[in-house]
């Protein structure tokens, strides 16, 4: 992995738009269905949308009808950091970026695929880089 993205707080909010800065710095989530990856079926790499980070393969993508991007499993394990989250009343694992420490999403145990997990990430934390 490379260098740490440290920026500060006015840096992040000059980089990323605010829909992005909600969810990546303030740990906000988008709107079910509304992002831009939610249908998305193109073949390549969704990276970190504030570092550039490579997090998941659009071969280990499906639809889980929640209304964000799912995934089974990170393009590497070392570029991801699970933290329990006790936010909204429930245990829940948060999926943070571990390159500038971006809140991405959260990781749930009940994926239909044989990792059993669903990697449930904001549209809005993402870039992809479509493979030719």
Known sequence: MNKKTNLSDNEWKKKLTPEQYHVLREKGTEMPFTGKFVHS???????????????????????????????????????????KDFSHGMMRTEVICKKCGGHLGHLFGDGPTKTGQRYCINSCALDFEEKK
């Open 41 to 83: 079926k193109k073949n390549g790499m969704y990276t970190c949308a504030g570092c550039g980070n490579e997090l998941f393969s659009s071969d280990t993508k499906f639809d889980s009808g929640t209304g964000w991007p799912s995934f089974d499993a990170p393009k590497n394990r070392e570029n991801v950091e699970l933290k």
